[in-house]
C-alpha cells in the first residue's frame, strides 16, 4: 500500500510513519517527491497496517498499490526517474548512450573505441569482462583483467563503465571497478544476483530475458528496488520470436508501455535486439522516435576481427553517422544528450 504524506508534512510525521510501517512488520520506501513524500509500505500485514497508519499525523490517504510490482510502479512515484552517473544521465528529457564493445579485447581495443565513442557522442562505455556464451567453447571474457582495461579507459576519457556481472559471487568485485552493473538476458530471473546487485549501492542495467513478459521484467527490476537501490534502468533487448531474419524481434512497443506503467528509465539495444550490423542505425533511431531513454549499442575497431558479436556490431564511422540520425531524432522530439566536452565558443556565445 502506499501512505500518500500530506504536502506539509513535517520530517518528523515521516519519520513516525516509517517506524510504524516497520513495527508493523512491513518494509517502508519512502519516495520523496516535489509535491509530497509517499511511502510505499510493502508486506503481507496491509490490513493492520492501514487502520494504524491512516490516523497518524501528516498522513493524507492511505491507498492500495493495484500493480502486482510495487515500487517500481508509476502510482507509487508518478515522477520520472533519472538515474544519473556522472555524464550518463538516463531518463525523463535526458538520453543515455552507452557504447563499446560486446567483450573486453585488449587495452589497445577499448582505449580506441573509448576515444572514437566519446567523439561520436555517447556518454558511457559498453564491454564485457564476464561473458554469458551460448557455447563452453566461446570467449568467455577477460575477467578481472578485462575490468582493469575498462578503469584504465576511464581513467583516460571519464566515461563511465557499464560491464556485466554474471554471479551473486562477483559482484563486490565486478562493483568494484564498473559504475553501472548490468545484469544480462540470461539472468533477468537469477533472483539471488538481482539482490546482490541491489545490495552494492551501484546502478543497475536490467535487460529483458528474451522470452519474459513485461510485467516479469518489472517484478525482477522489483527484487533491486526492494534491495533498497532506485537505481534501475530497464532494457529492452529483443524477444525470441518464429521470425529468423533477424536474431530477436526487437519489440519496440515495450517503450510506450513500461512508460506508462512505470517511472523507471527504459534504454534500447539496437545490436542485440535486430543482430545485424545494417539494421542498428534505424533501429535506433526508431526506439528514440518511441521514447526511450537512451540506447546500448555495440562498436568495435574492426567489427570483422571481433571475439563476441561482431556481426552485429558498428565501425566507429557506422556509429558516427548512428549518432547524426538519432540526434536529429532526439532533437526532434526534445530529448538531449549530455555532452563530455564543453560547448563550442561560438555555441556560447550565441545564447
Ligand atoms: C551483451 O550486452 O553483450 C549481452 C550479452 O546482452 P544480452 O544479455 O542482452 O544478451
Ligand atoms: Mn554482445
Same mark, same amino acid.
Given at each position: 500500500?502506499?501512505? @500518500? !504524506?500530506?504536502?506539509?508534512?513535517?520530517?518528523?510525521?515521516?519519520?513516525?510513519?516509517?517506524?510504524?510501517?516497520?513495527?508493523?512488520? !512491513?518494509?517502508?520506501?519512502?519516495?520523496?517527491?516535489?509535491?509530497?513524500?509517499?511511502?510505499?509500505?510493502?508486506? +503481507?500485514?496491509?490490513?493492520?497496517?492501514?487502520?494504524?497508519?491512516?490516523?497518524?499525523?501528516?498522513?493524507?490517504?492511505?491507498?492500495?498499490?493495484?500493480?502486482?510490482?510495487?515500487?517500481?510502479?508509476?502510482?507509487?512515484?508518478?515522477?520520472?526517474?533519472?538515474?544519473?552517473?556522472?555524464?550518463?544521465?538516463?531518463?525523463? +528529457?535526458?538520453?543515455?548512450?552507452?557504447?563499446?564493445?560486446?567483450?573486453?579485447?585488449?587495452?589497445?581495443?577499448? #582505449?580506441?573505441?573509448?576515444?572514437?565513442?566519446?567523439?561520436?557522442?555517447?556518454?558511457?562505455?559498453?564491454?564485457?569482462?564476464?561473458?554469458?556464451?551460448?557455447?563452453?567453447?566461446?570467449?568467455?571474457?577477460?575477467?578481472?583483467?578485462?575490468?582493469?582495461?575498462?578503469?584504465?579507459?576511464?581513467?583516460?576519457?571519464?566515461?563511465?563503465?557499464?560491464?556485466?556481472?554474471?554471479?551473486?559471487?562477483?559482484?563486490?568485485?565486478?562493483?568494484?571497478?564498473?559504475?553501472?552493473?548490468?545484469?544480462?538476458?540470461? $539472468?533477468?530471473? $537469477?533472483?539471488?544476483?538481482?539482490?546482490?546487485?541491489?545490495?552494492?549501492?551501484?546502478?543497475?542495467?536490467?535487460?529483458? /530475458?528474451?522470452?519474459?513478459?513485461?510485467?516479469? #521484467?518489472?517484478?525482477?527490476?522489483?527484487?533491486? #528496488? /526492494?534491495?533498497?537501490?532506485? $537505481?534501475?534502468?530497464?532494457?529492452?533487448?529483443?524477444?525470441?520470436?518464429?521470425? /529468423?531474419?533477424?536474431?530477436?524481434? #526487437?519489440?519496440?512497443?515495450?517503450?510506450?508501455?513500461?512508460?506508462?506503467?512505470?517511472?523507471?528509465?527504459?534504454?534500447?539495444?539496437?545490436?542485440?535486439?535486430?543482430?545485424?550490423?545494417?539494421? @542498428?542505425?534505424?533501429?535506433?533511431?526508431?526506439? @528514440?522516435?518511441?521514447?526511450?531513454?537512451?540506447?546500448?549499442?555495440?562498436?568495435?575497431?574492426?567489427?570483422?576481427?571481433?571475439?563476441?558479436?561482431?556481426?552485429?556490431?558498428?565501425?566507429?564511422?557506422?556509429?558516427?553517422?548512428?549518432?547524426?540520425? @538519432?540526434?536529429?531524432?532526439?532533437?526532434?522530439?526534445?530529448?538531449?544528450? /549530455?555532452?563530455?566536452?564543453?560547448?563550442?565558443?561560438?555555441?556560447?556565445?550565441?545564447?
Amino acid at each position: 500500500m502506499i501512505v @500518500v !504524506m500530506k504536502p506539509d508534512a513535517t520530517p518528523e510525521q515521516i519519520q513516525h510513519v516509517i517506524q510504524l510501517v516497520q513495527q508493523l512488520g !512491513m518494509k517502508a520506501h519512502p519516495i520523496y517527491g516535489t509535491e509530497r513524500t509517499v511511502i510505499a509500505a510493502i508486506g +503481507s500485514k496491509r490490513d493492520e497496517c492501514r487502520q494504524s497508519v491512516a490516523s497518524s499525523p501528516g498522513v493524507d490517504s492511505v491507498v492500495p498499490i493495484l500493480a502486482p510490482y510495487k515500487i517500481a510502479s508509476l502510482e507509487v512515484k508518478p515522477e520520472r526517474t533519472v538515474v544519473r552517473v556522472g555524464p550518463l544521465w538516463v531518463g525523463n +528529457s535526458h538520453l543515455g548512450i552507452i557504447a563499446g564493445p560486446c567483450s573486453v579485447e585488449s587495452e589497445e581495443q577499448m #582505449l580506441a573505441t573509448a576515444r572514437a565513442v566519446k567523439a561520436a557522442g555517447a556518454t558511457a562505455l559498453r564491454g564485457g569482462a564476464f561473458k554469458p556464451r551460448t557455447s563452453p567453447y566461446s570467449f568467455q571474457g577477460l575477467k578481472e583483467d578485462g575490468l582493469k582495461i575498462l578503469a584504465v579507459a576511464r581513467a583516460e576519457t571519464g566515461l563511465p563503465i557499464v560491464t556485466e556481472v554474471l554471479t551473486p559471487s562477483d559482484v563486490e568485485l565486478v562493483a568494484s571497478y564498473a559504475d553501472v552493473l548490468q545484469i544480462g538476458a540470461r $539472468n533477468m530471473q $537469477n533472483y539471488r544476483l538481482l539482490e546482490e546487485a541491489g545490495a552494492s549501492g551501484k546502478p543497475v542495467l536490467l535487460k529483458r /530475458n528474451p522470452a519474459a513478459t513485461l510485467e516479469e #521484467l518489472l517484478l525482477a527490476a522489483e527484487y533491486i #528496488l /526492494n534491495a533498497g537501490n532506485q $537505481n534501475v534502468i530497464l532494457c529492452e533487448r529483443g524477444i525470441r520470436t518464429f521470425e /529468423n531474419h533477424t536474431r530477436y524481434t #526487437l519489440s519496440l512497443s515495450s517503450v510506450p508501455w513500461l512508460h506508462q506503467h512505470t517511472h523507471l528509465p527504459v534504454i534500447v539495444d539496437p545490436s542485440h535486439g535486430t543482430g545485424h550490423t545494417a539494421l @542498428v542505425a534505424q533501429m535506433a533511431a526508431a526506439a @528514440v522516435a518511441a521514447g526511450a531513454d537512451g540506447l546500448i549499442i555495440e562498436v568495435h575497431p574492426n567489427p570483422e576481427t571481433a571475439l563476441s558479436d561482431g556481426f552485429q556490431s558498428l565501425s566507429f564511422k557506422q556509429f558516427a553517422e548512428t549518432m547524426a540520425l @538519432v540526434r536529429r531524432v532526439a532533437k526532434a522530439i526534445g530529448k538531449q544528450i /549530455n555532452t563530455l566536452e564543453p560547448e563550442p565558443a561560438e555555441a556560447l556565445s550565441e545564447v
